[in-house]
């Protein structure tokens, strides 16, 4: 099972956190089940940004982003080239290293 690192993020994950989750499971279904909170408004649908982390190592092992993944990463704050949507992102075989943006463009952020 590949292990997810994710870095210090202050207010979702504040010491920062290794997890590990089946090959196939999206990185926001991983994070979500290991009780790390990261913003999902449309339920993982690919319709909004509030997920988007950025891919630090291993980018190469996850999915390959969807045509309607990309559209909506440009809509994203703080987009980088490794950036990627959580909730379309799967896991491969390789560990990653994921880094949560410390702001979103949600407007209007619920818990879950």
């Known amino acids: 099972m590949p292990a997810i690192t994710v870095l210090p993020h202050?207010?979702?994950?504040?010491?920062?956190?290794?997890?590990?989750?089946p090959t196939g499971t999206s990185l926001?279904?991983?994070?979500l089940d290991h009780d790390i909170e990261i913003e999902h408004a449309c339920e993982m649908s690919c319709a909004c940004t509030t997920c988007h982390v950025i891919v630090r190592q291993g980018y190469e092992s996850l999915n390959e982003?969807?045509?309607?993944?990309?559209?909506m990463l440009?809509?994203?704050?703080g987009l980088e080239p490794q950036s990627r949507l959580s909730c379309q992102a799967r896991l491969g075989t390789r560990d990653v290293t994921i880094e949560i943006p410390r702001y979103t463009i949600n407007h209007a952020r619920e818990r879950h």
């Open 28 to 31: 926001c279904e991983a994070l």
């Open 10 to 21: 202050p207010e979702i994950c504040p010491q920062g956190a290794t997890i590990h989750a």
């Open 65 to 71: 982003p969807s045509e309607e993944e990309e559209d």
């Open 74 to 77: 440009d809509k994203a704050w």
